[in-house]
């Protein structure tokens, strides 16, 4: 059984007769101990998601699917309270932007114990001895004396530090990491995804790693989940992903990358925008920006096709030479 | 620390001559002088009046009447009141507990309804509690003092007889004068039915003065725990899974108390000018009513040393909330 089902997860805002869905029938899982990537441009629901699953999705955002469990609890029918319990114990999720994601009021000893003292109680002196070795755990030296600092006298680096410790305090089965590395130095990128990576093997975690970062995904997941415009275009193990894509938004954010421009005079892109609230296709979300579009792909909504291990939204998926299916 | 109070104590040096040329010009400027005013319609000759100008030392040029009363300002004197040749001060120090009752009760009101209600507003935005409170707010903030204080004594004190029309205390009641704080001495005087008495009267100048601060407080609250609660240390403290109560007390009213502090510090000065109007109407016995009573009778001294009083309050209060919101945020206090 898996950590983590997602089975048809559709987010909407707004109420009326067209809300807008940020996130469109998505389904996926994550198992013990696995790194799923989520990938995509801004916009394509990557963070929607995620939040959906933390239970943070507030008025006028609303939640449905028909299945979302959590180690074999079903997330969407369980009392509030119950919920709560495993929000930020089981599950817990780091964001973006460190600096502002820490609460400037308090010190960082208050932020770190507060979670335990929530979920697990305990004395104040276990608290805060168990805060000392959580901020080891993430590699901030003098950890003693840090417990009185605020916010403000951290860097980024060192705030996301304070974050993971903070996310990882009740020994979570799964961690979300939403981009946690777009707002920090590139130096500090690689510091802390060796560290989030660690701690995943150390603990046996699973991770749900939502990034537009490539190369990152390539390195550390074992399988990955390609986002467009609120649904998934493309799922698989992380090599056969990057070796041979086989949706036409894989295909063309790989060849964004500059590695795959090498000896060219220009980047390649892929042309336009994700489309938002107003603009919706008719047909497939990709069509108006798709090299292989047909006629069909402006008219029809593509399913999702392929086993378990490789799924692909595309009626005609990409082959091994990287060309439309006939 | 310290050099934080001395940074703000040398910038109200101007202020302070600015107050003691403006109130010294000003009050000068009036037609009349406490002289004709004493004397009232009977008259008084050419003679007797200058004899008694120069008795009250208004003979001497402007300039050297202000080098006076500067320099005894310096010696901690505000001078005598013409009328009763008490000493301002003390005439201030007797009648100044009677406003900061007053005052204090009116600006208790105003931040135990305005906290609470823009808070509530702020956590239930574009419920009908939030717009009833805005549009009372704006009301509230709009309307005169004393047309709000005239239609409220109409209601509750002339036609309901819930309330004292005005004074401080029912007329059966003798206390002695400890504290000066009604409510203190009728509850010392151990006197039954005083102290009810005492806050029965309390009740419609407090709410007619505390209703213009606790407009901008529920307003200002309001907007700032909207501002806070679309933090991103908000999406974490909920991340964390605690009930709602906590993420909004614990973290989010803490960052949006701090410029709500900075304009409850604000509302000291409009307390104290309101205090005029709301004292003249409920024939309350405090600073505000003698200020008007010693401009009607061009007592100098009074106004001149009576305002003085007022500011310097004002001063204090304001850096005592500068002090205080330090202690409030963190970023300030490690930045000095």
Redesign the interface.
């Known amino acids: 059984m898996a950590l983590l089902e997602v089975n048809t997860l559709s987010v909407e805002f707004g109420d009326g007769p067209n809300p807008f869905r940020a996130v469109d029938q998505v389904s996926y899982s994550v198992e013990k101990g696995e790194v799923v990537g989520i990938v995509g441009e801004s916009g394509s629901g990557k963070s929607v998601s995620s939040l959906s699953i933390m239970g943070l999705i507030e008025y006028p955002g609303h939640v449905k699917a028909e299945g979302l469990t959590f180690d074999g609890q079903d997330l969407l029918s369980m009392p509030v309270k119950k919920r709560r319990a495993l929000t930020g114990a089981d599950i817990a999720m780091i964001f973006q932007e460190p600096m502002s994601s820490l609460n400037p009021c308090y010190t960082v000893e208050f932020q770190i114990t507060e979670a335990l003292k929530i979920h697990q109680g305990g004395s104040k002196k276990w608290r805060r001895e168990r805060a000392i070795e959580l901020l080891e755990q993430v590699g901030i030296p003098d950890p003693t004396s840090r417990l009185k600092a605020y916010p403000h006298q951290l860097s980024g680096g060192m705030s996301q530090r304070v974050m993971i410790a903070m996310a990882i305090a009740c020994d979570p089965k799964l961690l979300i990491a939403d981009e946690p590395t777009t707002a920090l130095d590139v130096t500090i990128q690689a510091q802390i995804v060796d560290l989030l990576l660690e701690l995943q093997r150390e603990k046996n975690m699973g991770l749900v790693l939502i990034t537009h970062d490539l190369a990152l995904v390539a390195e550390a997941a074992d399988r990955v989940i390609v986002m467009y415009a609120g649904q998934v275009v493309e799922t698989g193990p992380a090599e056969e992903i990057f070796s041979t894509p086989r949706h036409p938004y894989t295909q063309a954010l790989l060849r964004s990358l500059p590695e795959s421009s090498q000896g060219k005079e220009r980047l390649e892109a892929l042309p336009g925008v994700v489309p938002g609230a107003f603009d919706r296709p008719k047909g497939c979300m990709l069509a108006p920006r798709c090299p292989y579009a047909s006629e069909r792909c402006q008219r029809e909504v593509p399913m999702v096709s392929g086993d378990s291990l490789r799924q692909v939204r595309c009626f005609t998926p990409l082959d091994l030479q990287g060309k439309p299916a006939a | 620390m310290f050099q934080f109070i001395f940074k703000k104590l040398m910038l109200v040096v101007p202020t302070f001559i600015g107050i003691t040329l403006l109130t010294f010009t000003l009050i000068r400027l009036i037609p009349g002088d406490p002289i004709e005013v004493m004397a009232g319609e009977r008259g008084v000759s050419p003679e007797r009046h200058a004899q008694l100008r120069a008795e009250l030392g208004l003979d001497q040029p402007l300039l050297i009447q202000y080098k006076d009363y500067v320099v005894n300002i310096f010696h901690g004197d505000l001078g005598k009141s013409l009328i009763t040749k008490t000493p301002v001060m003390e005439e201030f120090a007797s009648l100044f507990p009677a406003t900061v009752e007053l005052a204090t009760c009116a600006a208790l009101f105003a931040v135990l309804v305005g906290l609470p209600a823009g808070i509530i507003a702020a956590v239930k935005r574009g419920s009908i509690f939030d717009h009833s409170v805005m549009t009372f707010s704006l009301t509230g903030y709009s309307m005169p003092i004393f047309w709000w204080a005239l239609l409220l004594m109409l209601v509750f004190s002339v036609n309901l007889g819930w309330t004292p029309v005005s004074g401080r205390l029912d007329v059966t009641y003798w206390i002695d004068e400890v504290t000066g704080f009604m409510l203190i001495d009728t509850l010392l005087s151990g006197e039954e039915g005083a102290f009810a008495s005492a806050l029965h009267h309390l009740v419609l100048p407090s709410i007619v003065l505390g209703t213009i601060p606790m407009a901008v407080i529920a307003r200002m609250t309001r907007s700032s725990m909207l501002e806070v609660l679309s933090?991103?240390?908000i999406?974490?403290?909920?991340?964390?899974?605690?009930?709602p109560l906590r993420v909004i007390v614990v973290?989010a009213l803490?960052?949006a108390l701090i410029p709500v502090i900075t304009v409850i510090g604000l509302q000291v000065g409009i307390l104290l000018s309101g205090a005029i109007l709301t004292e003249t109407i409920f024939a309350w016995p405090g600073i505000g009513k003698w200020l008007i009573e010693s401009i009607a009778r061009r007592d100098y001294p009074v106004v001149q040393g009576g305002i003085m009083m007022v500011a310097t309050i004002i001063i204090v209060v304001n850096l005592i909330v500068d002090i205080l919101y330090g202690v409030?945020?963190?970023?300030i206090r490690?930045n000095k």
């Open positions: 933090e991103d240390y999406r974490t403290a909920r991340s964390k899974g605690m009930a973290h803490r960052n409030v945020n963190p970023r490690h």
